[in-house]
T-cell receptor, first 113, second 116 residues
Framework: AQSVSQHNHHVILSEAASLELGCNYS??????LFWYVQYPGQHLQLLLK??????LVKGIKGFEAEFIKSKFSFNLRKPSVQWSDTAEYFC???????????FGAGTRLFVKA | EAGVTQFPSHSVIEKGQTVTLRCDPI?????LYWYRRVMGKEIKFLLH????????ESGMPNNRFLAERTGGTYSTLKVQPAELEDSGVYFC??????????????FGPGTRLLVL
């Protein structure tokens, strides 16, 4: 069955710490991968996406993610987090040409000032 | 450009009542999706419209849920009669038709539904 799993439900970091949020997917065929973020009281927003090409994808606000096909992973990274990065982060996957996005359970990130 | 909008932002109803949620997609987006997040769990796909046609409704929980998109513009999702387990956040998303390439779905703010 198609699925997306996120390794951590909650992460607490101090400002300036480095961040890595794990995401693994289970999908047949070619897959498109996304990270979405939901800041407190706001919409889900697209942080970055991978469709093809360079497996290292750069997104907004200094985030990046690396697609490692052999590991079925798409981990999100940021070298130095800020208090304003406190949010919930969702990894998601979509079959190329498909429409049904599968989401992970989400990771709540708390950044201490 | 206006984003995806949803109404109401939240709704509190009693078990057995009916609630109708509305979603207005981004203008020109033929694809419209409904998703739901039950407390503490993952966001789950409910259904997908292409214009006014239901393309995939495999995620609809049961026949108490009815989605429509008359005219291919806005969509409504009606829950009748509501049950306690229907509580959660209902998200709508829209996207353009991009053919074989992957697409980006743009999400609305969600409607928080609480059934008492």
């Amino acid at each position: 069955a198609q699925s997306v799993s996120q390794h951590n439900h909650h992460v607490i970091l101090s400002e300036a710490a480095s961040l890595e949020l794990g995401c693994n997917y289970s999908y047949g065929g070619t897959v498109n991968l996304f990270w979405y973020v939901q800041y407190p009281g706001q919409h889900l927003q697209l942080l970055l996406k991978y469709f093809s090409g360079d497996p290292l994808v750069k997104g907004i606000k200094g985030f990046e993610a690396e697609f490692i096909k052999s590991k079925f992973s798409f981990n999100l990274r940021k070298p130095s987090v800020q208090w304003s990065d406190t949010a919930e982060y969702f990894c998601a996957a979509l079959n190329t040409g498909g429409f049904k996005t599968i989401f992970g359970a989400g990771t709540r990130l708390f950044v201490k000032a | 450009e206006a984003g995806v909008t949803q109404f109401p932002s939240h709704s509190v109803i009693e078990k057995g009542q009916t609630v109708t949620l509305r979603c207005d997609p981004i203008s020109g987006h033929d694809n419209l999706y409904w998703y739901r997040r039950v407390m503490g769990k993952e966001i789950k796909f409910l259904l997908h419209f292409v214009k006014e046609s239901k393309q995939d409704e495999s995620g609809m929980p049961n026949n108490r849920f009815l989605a429509e998109r008359t005219g291919g513009t806005y969509s409504t999702l009606k829950v009748q009669p509501a049950e306690l387990e229907d509580s959660g956040v209902y998200f709508c998303a829209s996207s353009q038709v991009t053919g074989s390439k992957g697409e980006t779905q743009y999400f609305g703010p969600g409607t928080r539904l609480l059934v008492l």
